[in-house]
């Protein structure tokens, strides 16, 4: 009897799992492998793109191709279903890679595609976000080092991460983990195309799931200096080069007299010394002071990670938090801390 | 007509030679084999007897050299008042001659080789041990053939099986009881045991589940083996079989018992501890470092058996995401064509391997490499090449298949955990094989072997309690006997103290 009763709680565990016998299980070669989606929108109407790859089952000797489908509506299920509804088989996007977010999306649009790719559980949290001009220019371009060129964006961005010294691994999961804690900051790869291929250009500054501006690559290296998402790379001031590691990045404030913000990076570097530190200070200080200036809003996120790491910044700032930013000035200091 | 021995219970030898010689030749009427010869003694007494056996169990030679010289040749005196004990203490040249009034146990001696006396004027008889039929003699067993380490494997002799082990044990602690089981077989069974070591109600459970036995023959161990082991409809075993003395005598020595069946080579020993499964024949024999490296492979290979087409189908069909990418891809091109969903492409290949292996094992060895190739080479390339099933999946079975063959001793559970697993993968993905495996490691856990939890080795994580388990420690760690033993004998050293005062 009690064996009867563990059977049945193991079989009732699964089948309240979620998992069914309708679960609509099918092999891989029923199904399109979407290597990469899309979206764009223009007001009112969203489209999707989605990279299929094409396996033709019949003639599986052929090498697989990769097909860009189009697909548009009022909600991002209607864009999908049009989609689908001319394929002989369900998508697969289980093993999508990249969603790239184009350059007219808007905050809303954008909220909507994060819901969107969180709730459809075919969709891995760990695909890469990116942001581009256009997706459909971006996802049609013939690949060159694997099957789809939504592929080839996965292989830039983790050779690039580990090159550059700029975390640019924007897993979907890490963005809508920032998103849910509150962070009005994030960044996302930039892609374009050149005449060479795809290229990765910098980054897509987003605040508020708003695009507020670009950073080319020389800019990006020290935005993610100033937001500690850096390893070690190479920073390019003008035309000098320089091999660093960031060690730590401090942030701190004071808001006595005046408001001001401090930022304090530990450094490494063979090459590195006060007259170079000097000149690293200068230009993070200028990208600041530029960032500011177009942005008008703390689009670095000091005060999103003085929130975090400060309960009494929080406590006292915290809901006018882009007052005090606008109110206070901006100190960087770097510090060498030895080899590299 | 009385059919079986127990009948002649109340039977009992008249005065007259001829009345006896009569009943043994009608208890006997059917038997061909039947030799018997009148001997008349006219020497120094005058007495007739009459010598029964049966053709090929017994050694004529013996028997002419024992039995009937001496009794024509009779010069002694008879100091001896009772005859039969006359003739056996003063006659015969046999080192062990019984005298007994019990027509069964007359019967009995005879269909094991011993000849009977019968003697005129007398309501005994006398039984001398002529045993010679042929063995197929010490050689070792197929099926667990060792690099190093001992090379004997047992015969079907119970006799010759019992005189192995004791070889191995030289200890008047080394107990045998004799049990008869079989109405008709009337097959002999040891019990074997170290008296001061054995778990008495382990013995006596065993002894009792014997005794209940009701059958008309047993022809091997494993006659018994079903009908006395804990958790008959179990797909794993609850006792140990091993055609190996030094197995046997390693087993006695933890404290276990052994149940050797006349008429097979085959040895029963118990309780059977799951991890038993695991353990190589000579992974005793070998550097602990090497047995204990072969024993995880095993575990893992069992685990892969039983696992990956299960996973791989619910990664295939449900789980996509689990797939890394480039290899979702290759399988997808692979499987393009394939008319089958991959369950039932698992299916048809599990089914081919076992029927691969079956008639890989029947084989004459000399086939045996033949059907590799043409069943292994040629149907698998040409069934991929015609789209009959895909590579991956030949890959996976194949591998599951070849891993399930580490495990020899867990060949019947690999293959029905290994359809079931992939069923429930089929129907619920992931879900379904955890929940297998859940099921499947509660049956584990639950299962016992005369009174002993058969994972009772990992019921204290401790080194010593694991020491022949997951992997083999060193001889010099091995300092108890496994926990299912009683406290008091776990230890296999003397006492410290014991040691001292030597």
């Known amino acids: 009897m009690k064996k009867i009763l563990i059977s049945a709680a193991v079989l009732m565990l699964t089948l309240l799992s979620g998992c069914r016998f309708t679960t609509g299980g099918a092999a891989n070669d029923r199904r399109f492998i979407v290597a990469a989606i899309g979206f764009e929108s223009d007001g009112a109407l969203i489209t999707v793109y989605a990279e299929t790859i094409i396996i033709n089952s019949e003639t599986p000797e052929n090498e697989p191709t990769p097909k860009l489908l189009k697909g548009r509506g009022a909600t991002i299920n209607e864009a999908f279903e049009e989609i689908e509804a001319s394929l002989a088989r369900p998508l697969m996007l289980e093993h999508c890679g990249i969603i790239a977010v184009g350059g007219g999306v808007t905050a809303s649009w954008f909220d909507r595609i994060c819901d969107y790719c969180l709730n459809d559980r075919r969709i891995t949290l760990s695909s890469y976000m990116i942001s581009c001009d256009s997706p459909e220019k971006l996802l049609s371009k013939k690949p060159e080092s694997s099957v789809a060129a939504g592929y080839d964006i996965m292989g830039i961005i983790e050779q690039r991460s580990s090159s550059s010294g700029i975390f640019y691994d924007s897993r979907f999961f890490e963005i809508e983990g920032l998103r849910e804690k509150g962070r009005s900051v994030f960044t996302l790869p930039f892609f374009t195309l050149t005449a060479d291929g795809i290229s990765l250009d910098g980054l897509s500054l987003y605040r508020d799931d708003r695009l507020t501006g670009r950073l080319s690559t020389d800019d990006a290296v020290l935005y993610s200096l100033m937001t500690g998402n850096f390893d070690r790379g190479t920073v390019r001031i003008g035309t000098d080069e320089y091999r660093i590691r960031l060690r730590s990045a401090e942030y701190d404030y004071t808001d006595s007299g005046e408001n001001r913000l401090y930022l304090k990076l530990r450094l490494t570097g063979d090459s590195l010394d006060d007259t170079v530190c000097e000149r690293l200070e200068q230009e993070l200080d200028r990208l600041e002071s530029r960032l500011r200036l177009t942005s008008g809003t703390d689009v670095v996120g000091f005060t999103d990670i003085l929130s975090e790491r400060h309960t009494d910044f929080d406590e006292k700032h915290g809901r006018y938090a882009a007052e005090f930013y606008k109110s206070s000035d901006f100190t960087v200091e770097c510090l060498v801390s030895g080899g590299i | ?502």
């Open chain 2, 1 to 502: 007509m009385p059919t079986q021995i127990s009948d002649y219970e109340n039977t009992a030898l008249s005065l007259s030679l001829d009345e006896n010689m009569l009943l043994f030749r009608n208890i006997f009427s059917k038997e061909s084999v039947l030799r018997f010869k009148k001997i008349e003694v006219r020497d120094n007494w005058r007495c007739d007897c009459a010598i029964f056996y049966l053709d090929g169990m017994v050694n004529v030679e013996l028997l002419n050299e024992s039995i009937v010289r001496p009794l024509l040749t009779v010069k002694q005196e008879r100091t001896e008042s009772r005859l039969a004990d006359y003739i056996v203490k003063q006659i015969l040249f046999a080192s062990e001659a019984k005298v007994t009034s019990k027509i069964p146990d007359m019967i009995r001696a005879m269909l094991y080789g011993d000849t009977l006396l019968l003697i005129d004027g007398c309501t005994e008889a006398v039984t001398v041990n002529t045993k010679g039929w042929r063995t197929r003699g010490i050689s070792e067993p197929d099926d667990e053939k060792v690099l190093q380490g001992p090379r004997e494997g047992f015969d079907e002799a119970a006799m010759f099986n019992l005189a192995m082990i004791r070889r191995k044990l030289l200890t008047p602690d080394f107990c045998t009881e004799m049990m008869r089981i079989g109405r008709r077989s009337d097959t002999i069974v040891f019990i074997c045991y170290l008296d001061s070591l054995v778990r008495k109600k382990t013995l006596d459970e065993l002894k009792k589940r014997l005794k209940e036995l009701d059958t008309d023959g047993i022809l091997d161990s494993n006659y018994i083996t079903e009908r006395i082991r804990d958790h008959p409809f179990s797909l794993f075993k609850t006792t140990g079989s091993t055609e190996r003395p030094d197995i046997v005598a390693a087993r006695l020595l933890e404290g276990r018992i052994a149940v050797v069946v006349d008429g097979t080579p085959v040895v029963i020993t118990l309780p059977y501890l799951f991890s038993e499964n695991f353990q190589s024949d000579e992974d005793y024999y070998l550097s602990y470092l090497v047995a204990s490296a072969g024993r995880v492979l095993r575990y893992l290979c069992f685990f892969l058996s039983v696992s990956i087409p299960a996973i791989f189908i619910a990664a295939a069909t449900f789980h996509k995401e689990l797939l890394p990418t480039s290899l979702a891809l290759s399988v997808t091109q692979l499987r393009g064509g394939v008319p089958f969903p991959p369950f039932a492409e698992c299916l048809l290949l599990i089914l081919v391997f076992e029927i691969l292996k079956e008639t890989g094992v029947r084989m004459p060895q000399s086939l045996g490499h033949a059907l590799s190739i043409v069943g292994g080479l040629v149907v698998g390339q040409a069934a991929v090449e015609a789209r009959i099933i895909s590579a991956p999946m030949l890959i996976v079975v194949a591998l599951s298949g070849i891993a399930g063959l580490m495990v020899p001793r867990l060949k019947g559970a690999v293959f029905y955990l290994r359809l079931l697993f992939v069923v429930l993968s089929a129907l619920f993905g992931l879900y379904g094989y955890i929940a297998g495996i859940t099921l499947t490691l509660i049956h584990i856990l639950d299962m016992r072997s005369f009174g002993t939890s058969c994972t009772v080795s990992l019921s204290k994580a401790n080194f010593q309690s694991l020491k022949d388990t997951v992997w083999r420690a060193p001889w010099f760690a091995m300092r108890t006997r496994p926990l299912f033993n009683s406290n008091i004998t776990r230890s296999r050293e003397k006492k410290a103290n014991e040691k001292n005062s030597d």
